[in-house]
């Protein structure tokens, strides 16, 4: 049976950089992913990444990916592609599929770094041809280069939601609005003014009454909501759209952890039930660690330092580190998180984080 | 319809070097992109039926989760056409319901 040192679940920025530090320790790294190209998410993203200069802001989100792939290359990390795992079992039994056939790889330690999936939204029309994901379309446009449509309503104002509008128009659709239900825009002001200047109206206070058509999307009907929530009559808008894209929030990826048994905790501002982890990244089952969007929903930056966490951590418990040398290299990426959780969008992530590891504590 | 020019990705720069057929329709596509990327270029949107009240469905997060977009693919059933590259001379089918094995003539 194959056998490895760490198994990394999920080439994402998470996984990726837990592989390289791991790697870097002398551990082996073997990376599975089910896609055939590595990068998770990063690959759909042209735009330049916010933040700060060592969280590699101001470079665009795939060149991210493809800096962090050959440094995984030079460091003689495995990455296997089209490997869909199913299944983690006794002892760190790790079973996947490639090809349509059954594989197994036993580890002594396992990262699960698998990211997050998009948020439905359920009105009338919702599942007609022509309403996506957000992502869904920005996989679209900027990995397989085919716009899904011209004419598209945007759901949600969040980052994610201003982007791939952005996005959108630059590909060579008409973004004809952004709708939100909240009283006012979720994401960043640089992200809105950006649409804004191209024309896009942001219609806040507002949802989805309909989406029309019989075969696919043929329109959208919106209304205002009022302070309660509640549709307005009377303020219905007509938009004449074929596509709509929703990016109403992700949620964690964790089907795998609950399988392996992991403890949870509910923290809705992470993305609703989040497996619990101590400051090493290991959940509640031992040898078995957790890094990026899986641990709660934060973004690019904050995935890769989970991850390098998870890379030391392993790398440490395996031997590859003393104690000193991977407590200073720890206490170094601890700093680089908490920088990353400030700021009026980083903060509520930095108490609902603390709330995670209490409840890591509270368990002990 | 493709984004064959753009400001940051630059022009396509990719042949189109592979014929699948949809629904017995030539339709031009590139080997090894997504199938859905193929029919969506075309202007295709619906991918199959449901079940029982044989409602239209397409592609829902174009990553292989959602399952909302698989169809009949060289006569296997429930292919997520999303994360299936496509490959010269495929012969692809709408799929009505859970769909049927073989290639319907
Ligand atoms: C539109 C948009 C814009 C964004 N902009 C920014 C930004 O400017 N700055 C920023 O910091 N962040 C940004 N983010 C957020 C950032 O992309 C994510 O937070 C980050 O990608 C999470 O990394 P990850 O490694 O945890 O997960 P992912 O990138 O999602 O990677 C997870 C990987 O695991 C694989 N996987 C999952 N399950 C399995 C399985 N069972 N078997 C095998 N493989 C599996 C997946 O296929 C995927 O490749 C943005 C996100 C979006 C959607
Ligand atoms: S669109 Fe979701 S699986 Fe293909």
Known sequence: ?????????????????????????????????????????????????????????????????????????????????????????????????????????????????????????????????????????????????????????????????????????????????????????????????????????????????????????????????????????????????????????????????????????FIPSLGGHVPIHDRNMETTLKGIYIAGDITGVEEASSAMEEGRLAGVACAESLEYYDENKALELKNQIWDRLDALRTGPFGEGRFTAKLKQLDARRQLA | MRVLNHPILGDETRQFNATIIVDGKQIQAIEGEPIAAALLSAGIKKFRETQKNHKPRGIFCAIGRCTDCVMTVDGVPNVRTCITPVRDGMIISTQKGLGKWGIER
């Open chain 1, 1 to 265: 049976m194959k056998t490895t040192d760490i198994a990394v679940i999920g080439a994402g920025p998470a996984g990726l950089s837990c592989a390289v530090e791991a790697a870097r320790a002398g551990a082996q790294v073997t990376v599975l992913d089910e896609n055939l190209k590595p990068g998770g998410q990063l690959f759909k993203q042209i735009h330049k990444f916010f933040g700060s200069r060592e969280h590699k802001a101001g470079i665009r989100g795939f060149r991210i990916g493809q800096q962090l792939l050959e440094e995984t290359e030079k460091l003689g990390v495995e990455v296997l592609l089209d490997a869909a795992v199913y299944g983690i079992y006794e002892d760190r039994l790790i079973a996947y599929i490639t090809d349509g056939k059954d594989h197994t790889i036993k580890a002594k330690k396992i990262v699960m770094a698998t990211g997050a999936s998009e948020n439905a939204l359920a009105f009338p029309g919702c599942t007609l041809p022509g309403v996506m994901g957000a992502g869904a379309a920005q996989t679209m446009i900027n990995v397989n280069r085919v716009l899904p449509g011209q004419k598209i309503i945007m759901v949600g104002s969040g980052n994610v939601g201003l982007i791939v509008s952005y996005q959108l128009m630059q590909a060579g659709a008409d973004v004809l609005a952004l709708i939100e239900a909240a009283p006012k825009i979720g994401g960043y002001g640089v992200h809105a003014a950006k649409i804004r200047r191209a024309g896009v109206q942001i219609y806040t206070s507002t949802t989805i009454k309909e989406v029309l058509g019989e075969e696919k999307v043929e329109g959208v009907i919106a209304v205002n909501l009022d302070e309660k929530w509640q549709q307005v009559t009377g303020t219905e808008k007509h938009f004449n759209a074929d596509t709509v894209c929703l990016a109403v929030g992700l949620s964690p990826l964790t089907e795998l952890a609950w399988m392996a048994g992991c403890e949870f905790t």
